[in-house]
């Protein structure tokens, strides 16, 4: 088996640091976002997260051991660690790659502090001083999310009125791109597992990407998503008649596993179609991306390896002058990160923002300055991500944690 493990490679003196420890807290928000901390005796510490859900804190801490002892200013070298560390149990995709993911974030953070860079300086230089946000919305009360699972509200929700008067809320915030669910609980109607839309759905879709665009009438982009929902033959009649309409995007129509019906997809239709963000590493993307099978590619950094392997997937999709824009439903931690991925790809077109409805959201961070202004993140010129937690916020919404993952203060 390959062996990553490097701990006693040359290097000078005051770059010689080492891992003690690698921690994680839950916090939850509008999703159980997964914090990690990685310290080392230095006395530095870096901060990063990944992709929501259980278990993965139970993952880190298995990585734990595989990263003690190991200099942190290696970033690509320990995510290949861990990967080739796990191999054997899922370690290539799924939760176990999110983890890594977390981690790999954290060391980022831990080399620009170490270095005095800004993670976009280490991640190859910057194409923009700031990053354009789309915000994520639902209409009404339409979903609320526990632990992955989708509760649906009643029809009225699911009104064009009802987007409109979102839109039109997001539009005074200043964000002048934003993306909508076009799925819904009708389309289980007459049947929940087929995937089919009938005419009568397809309509309402079509009524509600109207209203949509017509509010904001030129003063923002729009997209809508799918949730990879619907069948092969439902997903053509859905784009083609969403052709008339300047959308951004829509978005995992189908779902994700089969790339040869996202091809035809694609070959059937003029509207832009993006996907991505159920894949796993650099590789998963390679057909979509060699197919022409997507406009937009959205992999999420804090699932798909981390930064750098984000950065791999933009490289090729640049290759491809196709679209990058990461998905996010990271707390500001995970954005910060992301917002320094962004700043160093050219491709970069929009990064997701999915907690306009926590109001605490920005209070997780130990700033003065707000964080987002007129739907935009500016870029920090701070070593690593530019960003530190609120410890007294973050224990406040916390439901788990390690016992050093809060700092200066007894678990």
Known sequence: ???????????????????????????????????????????????????????????????????????????????????????????????????????????????????????????????????????????????????????????????????????????????????????APADNDPEPTNGRLTPTHVAAKEEVVAGVVDAVDGRAEVAFDCHWDYDLGSGRRLAKALEPYPIMWLEDVLPPENMDAQRELARSTSTPLATGENRFRVHEFTQLLDDYAVDVVTPDPATVGGLAEAKAIANRAEERYLAFAPHNVCSPVGTAAMVHLCAAVPNASYLEYHALDVDWWTDLLDRDDPFIEDGRIAVSEAPGHGVELDESVARDHAVAHTDGFFEGADA
């Open 1 to 183: 088996m390959r062996d990553f493990s490097m701990p006693d490679v040359r290097r000078a003196p005051e770059r010689d640091v080492s891992i003690t420890a690698v921690d994680t807290a839950v916090i939850r928000g509008n999703f159980d976002w997964n914090l990690v901390r990685v310290h080392t005796d230095a006395g530095v510490s870096g901060l990063g997260e990944a992709y929501r859900g259980g278990g993965v804190d139970e993952i880190v801490g298995y990585l734990a051991d595989v990263l003690v002892g190991e200099n942190p200013l290696d970033v690509e070298r320990l995510f290949r660690h861990m990967v080739q560390e796990t191999s054997g149990h899922g370690g290539t995709t799924g939760k176990v790659v999110t983890a890594a993911s977390g981690v790999e974030f954290a060391l980022w953070d831990l080399a620009g502090k170490l270095l005095g860079l800004p993670t976009y300086q280490l991640l190859g230089g910057k194409y923009r001083d700031e990053v354009r946000l789309y915000v994520d919305l639902h209409a009404g009360e339409s979903y609320a999310v526990a632990h992955g699972a989708t509760d649906y509200a009643d029809d009225a929700a699911y009104q064009a009125e009802a987007y409109v008067e979102r839109a039109t809320e997001a539009l005074d915030l200043g964000y002048d791109a934003m993306k909508f669910d076009l799925d």
